[in-house]
Nanobody, 125 residues
Framework: QVQLVESGGGLVQTGGSLRLSCAAS????????MGWFRQAPGKERAFVAG????????YYEDSVKGRFTISRDNAKKAVYLQTNSLKPEDTAVYYC??????????????????WGQGTQVTVSS
């Protein structure tokens, strides 16, 4: 079993930034692909960003390209999501997830084995 715990969420104004962190523990494997998803009020959970096990390939949902950056530090068993130029539309609970997934399938939520409990990001207008 792998446990994932997100942190770094909060309340920011439009244009602000937050750095979300996801700390992993338990029977972790550095070969896990990692993803960030978010769920806004009244909407389905959606893919935000993904990164392969070595950190050499990243994937982003179109609306966050150029604003968000996913990264990982396997030595620290952590994955990060730097969120810049935040908009009210980015308001959501952000979740990290882990699984043995190849890049082309990283957006598929059903392929992830482990999920965190989420961290709230609220962007005020």
């Amino acid at each position: 079993q792998v446990q994932l715990v997100e942190s770094g969420g909060g309340l920011v104004q439009t244009g602000g930034s937050l750095r979300l962190s996801c700390a992993a523990s338990g029977r972790t494997d550095s070969r896990y692909a990692m993803g960030w998803f978010r769920q806004a009020p009244g909407k389905e959970r959606a893919f935000v960003a993904g990164i392969n096990w070595s950190g050499t390939r990243t994937y982003y949902e179109d609306s966050v390209k150029g604003r968000f950056t996913i990264s990982r530090d396997n030595a620290k068993k952590a994955v990060y999501l730097q969120t810049n130029s935040l908009k009210p539309e980015d308001t959501a609970v952000y979740y990290c997830a882990a699984g043995f997934i190849f890049g082309g399938d990283m957006y598929k939520q059903g392929l992830y084995d482990y999920w965190g409990q989420g961290t709230q990001v609220t962007v005020s207008s």
